[in-house]
T-cell receptor, first 111, second 112 residues
Framework: KQEVTQIPAALSVPEGENLVLNCSFT??????LQWFRQDPGKGLTSLLL???SQREQTSGRLNASLDKSSGRSTLYIAASQPGDSATYLC??????????WGAGTKLIIKP | EADIYQTPRYLVIGTGKKITLECSQT?????MYWYQQDPGMELHLIHY???????EKGDLSSESTVSRIRTEHFPLTLESARPSHTSQYLC???????????FGAGSRLTVL
């Protein structure tokens, strides 16, 4: 059974720092992996989707990588800003075409 | 503007009441989903639909029911609410062949 883990559960860094969020999954048989952002009291916003055949995707200051063989993905945020404060979730589309979610990393950017 | 709407955003009700959480999308998406999320926890799929008159249960056992009579509308109903149903319920949709989900803002339910 596919399991998705995000460590750490919470992270606090000063504004301006570059940072990396981690996502690991137990079964490498996935179709894709997605990173989402969730603001308090709101729904989720899709940030990046990486197909299983891809190694990385970039959008602005965000870069997501995927290493299927090791079951890992990272979300790199460059030059962090207070507006980046949110919970970041990753989800994999598994071999049964079901989305399996991590519990998220709560990110706080201190001004 | 294409979007997905959930009502109510917040609801506090007593045990035993029947409630319906509404979800509507204006994007013409075939696939719609209901997720349950407790604070600090992962999302769990409770129901999904691949089109009109199609509904399936997700991986999390739920006492709720859903219907899909129209493409744009996917309501979730609890016939008799209990305190264990206290949670946030998120509705999402995706287009044909697409894997990117669009989420509503969520409905936060508290059952006393």
């Amino acid at each position: 059974k596919q399991e998705v883990t995000q460590i750490p559960a919470a992270l606090s860094v000063p504004e301006g720092e570059n940072l990396v969020l981690n996502c690991s999954f137990t079964d490498s048989a996935i179709y894709n992996l997605q990173w989402f952002r969730q603001d308090p009291g709101k729904g989720l916003t899709s940030l990046l989707l990486i197909q299983s055949s891809q190694r990385e995707q970039t959008s602005g200051r965000l870069n997501a990588s995927l290493d299927k063989s090791s079951g890992r993905s990272t979300l790199y945020i460059a030059a962090s800003q207070p507006g980046d404060s949110a919970t970041y979730l990753c989800a994999v589309l598994d071999s049964n075409y079901q989305l399996i979610w991590g519990a998220g990393t709560k990110l706080i950017i201190k001004p | 503007e294409a979007d997905i709407y959930q009502t109510p955003r917040y609801l506090v009700i007593g045990t035993g009441k029947k409630i319906t959480l509404e979800c509507s999308q204006t994007m013409g998406h075939d696939k719609m989903y209901w997720y349950q999320q407790d604070p600090g926890m992962e999302l769990h799929l409770i129901h999904y639909s691949y089109g009109v008159n199609s509904t399936e249960k997700g991986d999390l056992s739920s006492e709720s029911t859903v219907s899909r009579i129209r493409t744009e509308h996917f309501p979730l109903t609890l016939e008799s609410a209990r305190p264990s149903h206290t949670s946030q319920y998120l509705c999402a949709s995706s287009g044909f062949g697409a894997n990117v989900l669009t989420f509503g803002a969520g409905s936060r339910l508290t059952v006393l």
